[in-house]
């Protein structure tokens, strides 16, 4: 691995329940019209939420469940758990289809963690949502379609980096994610413009660099 090489994350399952049972649905708390869900599991959480995401500006589709799974894709509970479950609901087996698909192609071509260190073992994720759908933006509490800055990475060095986000453009911090996290990382949303945003991934990105390159400072 080289710094800056993406980790592209994989799907790992995937099934469709196209009529799903009147006890399952009200327990899962589904709309009315929510007939049918999709289910998918991936090994990188922070990728898929982002790919859930997208499947709402593709689908009409709602994402009704998405958990991260605790200590990470690599301590999972079997070969297909990975980090990370999500659920997308509709009513018709054609709408999770095209959901599916959309999760599927980016997390396998698209968004990614990156390495901030030629060993491959310092990992983050600087990604701008250049517009958000339903699931992102009712996570961060913004309006749907407002550009965000979506920041994980270890514990120091999310904490470190995403004071230098805040610094580096005109952003507004909706989400921290204090550590730990289910997986034992950390992070935040912003939102700004665009450009602020991308500004703040920039940023963050250079922090994290810092810190892969001198752990401890005198």
Known sequence: MAILDKIQASVLATRIIASIDPAYKKE???KDEHNCIGLITSDCDDVTYCALDEATKVANVDVVY????????GHSSGPTSGEVIGIIAASSPADIEAGLDRI???IAEDAAFQCA???????????LVSSTGSYLSAEAGITQGDPLAYLIAPPLEAMF???????????????LFAPPSETNFGGALLTGSQAACQAACDAFEAAVLEIAQTPIIN
Do not use: I
């Not at 998405?66 to 894709?73: C, E």
């Open 28 to 30: 899962l708390k589904l």
């Open 66 to 73: 998405a958990k991260s799974f605790y200590a990470g894709a």
């Open 104 to 106: 599927k192609s980016f």
């Open 117 to 127: 260190d030629e060993k491959g073992e310092l990992a983050y994720f600087a990604h």
């Open 161 to 175: 980096a995403v004071d230098a986000a805040l610094k580096a453009a005109d952003v507004k911090l909706v989400t």
